[in-house]
């Protein structure tokens, strides 16, 4: 037997099914939109299947051709009523901004307006159609032209419906995939005040009171809270990660995923693949990411799929202006821990500018770097469990505080090479020279400052994650060492570090460094890198007052 295809970047849905590829049946979501709100706004990270469902919606619905052999062999055709009084009856307006990516507002303005051109060029019939007066033709011109003035084409999609819904006599479906894609990219290149009225205004004006509008789908990674867009939407129905509504409609469940695995013969893969790409949870839903499944299923090798296909630009800025608090808790999930937040699902974009935890955590978890394990409480006071959903994100995030501390001018593994091979006043230029380089860009606040220093290290060491165990704030002998390099070869020496802050009644800041190596000896921290066998252990006591630091090294 021949296998099918993969459908390796196809989101057409069309394509898919006509050329016969292996197609997760998605199909009753269209059952789903049918019977939910007017407006019905759906989130769900980048590469999850948004477009191949959105494609199957417009094909379904759209009355300009028959599409009945797209969906004869799909589970929604089983719903007789829904075929007969749906499939292929309404006019249907279809646009995708993910492409939109300017680097400016005039730029973005333009290439708004001009695929608005191109969609109305669609219904070029319209020109031709008596229903229409002759100044709702004069407008249709304008716009076929590119011309007019910014109102015309703020008003472009409500009146774009209007004109369907007169001349076709039957409301219109609207579909918007990537409706915020435009949105971020006017945060991240510095344009968004001035963007989002005009973006606010051409979406707002077709999705409140729009008596043309049958139904509209709008999808996204964020549900973008200015004011203008949703609010005074009436029945909007919101499906994020974190509730139930169309859980399974997006990415690939687990039974899914042992079906794929079963067809193309690879079923022992499953461990590897659930390590790498699984982790996801959708409204209490385990959801594994499509492009990296489909994507391993074609090459048979574990790679970074998903994480490497482009997007994750905003993310990183996140991590590299994010305060002293964001980045320690950063270093908390890297090491496979959790952290608690809670999640607005009304992102606002200027929240970011203010390192707003909320805001930087909500955007992780919907974009995909942050998965949630549960949750307690509930509305708006509701916190949530976050941590890093599988070793494909994991990687992502110790690579990219790898760059950053390079982008910082630290040289960082030298650093600890100069203190494993006894270089030990080379080391503490090295190190004060480090500090020097990066208060500018980490944020050393007075509450708790030592989280600097540990941040630090341990993204220092990370660049000897190879060879070295790496603990933070783990247990160790009788009370707690800030971080302990344990060595994979057991001819190397093990590394404790203890940061301690200065505190005027220690005396002078040498004082705190020696009070750290005190609290090293006493509690007996080298009990746990003994433990695995290795002979020797350095001790290093830093005690810091802000950008002076004072550092003990012993053996």
């Known amino acids: 037997m021949q296998l099918k295809r993969l459908p390796i970047g196809d989101s057409d849905f069309k394509t898919v099914i006509e050329d016969n590829a292996y197609y997760i049946d998605k199909s009753m979501l269209i059952k789903e939109i049918i019977t939910g709100g007017r407006v019905i706004l759906i989130t769900r990270p980048r590469r999850f299947g948004k477009t191949l469902n959105m494609s199957m919606l417009k094909y379904f619905f759209k009355n300009d051709q028959d599409n009945k052999h797209l969906f004869e062999n799909l589970k929604i055709y089983e719903e007789k009523e ?20 300017e680097k400016n507002y005039t730029e973005m303005i333009s290439t708004l307006r001009k695929k608005i051109s191109d969609l109305y060029r669609e219904y070029v019939y319209l020109i031709e159609s008596e229903k229409l007066n002759e100044w709702e033709k004069e407008d249709l011109k304008l716009i076929f032209g590119r011309k007019g003035n910014n109102t015309l084409y703020e008003n472009s999609l409500l009146d774009l419906s209007r004109y369907l819904y007169k001349h076709h006599g039957k409301k219109t479906i ?25 973006i606010g205004n051409v979406l707002g004006n077709v999705l409140k009171d729009n008596e043309y509008l049958e139904k509209a789908v709008l999808t996204g990674i964020t549900r973008v809270a200015k004011e203008s867009i949703f609010t005074g939407v009436n029945n909007l129905k919101v499906s994020t990660v974190l509730n139930e509504l169309y859980n399974d409609k997006f990415g690939v469940t687990k039974e899914e995923l042992e079906e794929i695995l079963k067809y193309y013969g690879i079923e022992y893969e499953e461990e590897k ?5 699984n982790g996801f949870n959708f409204g209490g839903k385990e959801v594994y990411n499509p492009y990296s499944i489909i994507n391993f299923v074609d090459e048979k090798k574990i790679k970074n799929y998903w994480i490497n296909s482009s997007g994750n630009t905003l993310i990183k800025e996140l991590i590299r202006k994010g305060t002293a608090e964001i980045k320690t808790k950063i270093y908390e999930l890297i090491k496979g821990g959790t952290i608690e937040s809670a999640i607005n699902e009304n992102l606002v974009y200027g929240d970011l500018n203010d390192n707003l935890e909320e805001s930087v955590w909500t955007l992780f978890l919907f974009t995909g770097y942050l998965t949630w394990k549960d949750k307690k409480g509930e509305g708006n006071s509701a916190l ?23 982008e910082s001018g630290i040289r960082y593994k030298n650093l600890l090479i100069n203190l494993i091979e006894k270089n030990y006043e080379e080391f503490k230029e090295e190190f004060k020279d480090a500090v020097e380089n990066t208060l500018s860009y980490f944020d050393i606040t007075e509450k708790e400052p030592e989280r600097f220093y540990h941040g630090l290290t341990l993204g220092m060491s990370m660049a000897l994650k190879e060879e070295y165990i790496i603990k933070s704030n783990r247990e160790a002998g009788y009370g707690r060492a800030d971080l302990i390099l344990i060595p994979k070869e057991k001819t190397k020496p093990g590394i404790i570090f203890e940061f301690k802050k200065y505190y005027k009644k220690d005396g002078e800041l040498k004082k705190s460094a020696e009070l750290g190596m005190k609290q090293i000896e006493e509690k007996k921290y080298e009990k746990e890198i003994k433990s695995y066998g290795i002979g020797k252990v ?9 950008k002076d630091v004072e550092i003990i090294v012993k053996e």
Do not use: C
């Open 82 to 101: 829904i075929i007969e009084k749906h499939l292929n009856k309404y006019p249907v307006i279809y646009i995708t901004f993910k492409d939109l990516k």
């Open 174 to 198: 609207l579909l918007i995939d990537e409706y915020d894609t435009p949105i971020q990219q006017s945060y991240l290149k510095g344009y968004y005040e001035n963007f989002i009225t005009f």
């Open 273 to 277: 693949i659930i390590e790498w790409y």
């Open 384 to 406: 949530y469990r976050l941590k890093i959903p599988n070793k494909e994100a994991q990687d992502f995030y110790e690579m990219t505080v790898v760059n950053i501390l390079k």
């Open 538 to 546: 350095i001790k290093v006591a830093i005690a810091f007052d802000k």
